[in-house]
């Protein structure tokens, strides 16, 4: 099955820790995204990546860090910089555009 | 800044009952994706219509496109129980970068 993964579904961590979230695709796409999504809100962009081994930032970017060391997988650090990370954590994956985007079941991430 | 904003934010119906949700954005765009996401799940994508056109169907749903007045609807006809989701519009910014509106919550009652 050709598809986009995420990892844990659910996530606990305590304040001042680092926490990674894992996205893999084996769409064999291109680009990777990171979003941010809060109740009852849109969507917003963390990071992107359009090419293996570079990034870059969105709109939100502080706190959190990325790597894209291989085309299937993009994880994104939530660091203890980042100063309300509780939330729903979404990857998606495209074709190198910014059309059609395909996305992952999220993480909610609760840090207490 | 919001690109895409839907109206209403939330719209209980019926089921059988038509639902028309609007998307309004600032800038010019190439395009404008509608996209839906059942609760506590990913999007999923719906439709993509082009800045060149003016109307697109996929199945129960049809998107306009009024590039004059900045804005889209997209209409799901004879709505079923499963069409109970969140519906969020995405357009380009002028980094091209997607950015998505704050979503219509439907709920269909059966």
């Known amino acids: 099955d050709g598809g986009i993964t995420q990892s844990p579904k659910y996530l606990f961590r305590k304040e001042g820790q680092n926490v990674t979230l894992s996205c893999e695709q084996n769409l064999n796409h291109d680009a990777m995204y990171w979003y941010r999504q809060d109740p009852g809100q849109g969507l917003r962009l963390i990071y992107y990546s359009q090419i293996v081994n570079d990034f870059q930032k969105g709109d939100i970017a502080e706190g959190y860090s990325v790597s894209r060391e291989k085309k299937e997988s993009f994880p994104l650090t939530v660091t203890s910089a980042q100063k309300n990370p509780t939330a729903f954590y979404l990857c998606?994956?495209?074709?190198?555009?910014?059309?059609?985007?395909?996305f992952g079941p999220g993480t909610r991430l609760t840090v207490t | 800044s919001q690109q895409g904003e839907e109206d209403p934010q939330a719209l209980s119906i019926q089921e059988g009952e038509n639902a028309t949700m609007n998307c309004s954005y600032k800038t010019s765009i190439n395009n404008l994706q509608w996209y839906r996401q059942n609760s506590g799940r990913g999007l999923v994508h719906l439709i993509l219509i082009r800045s060149n056109e003016r109307e697109k169907h996929s199945g129960r749903l049809r998107v306009t496109l009024d590039t004059s007045k900045k804005s889209s609807s997209l209409l799901i006809t004879a709505s079923r129980a499963a069409d109970t989701a969140s519906y969020f519009c995405a357009t380009e910014d002028q980094g091209g970068k997607l950015i998505f509106g704050q979503g219509t919550e439907l709920s269909v009652k059966p």
């Open positions: 998606a994956s495209g074709s190198g555009s910014w059309y059609e985007q395909y």
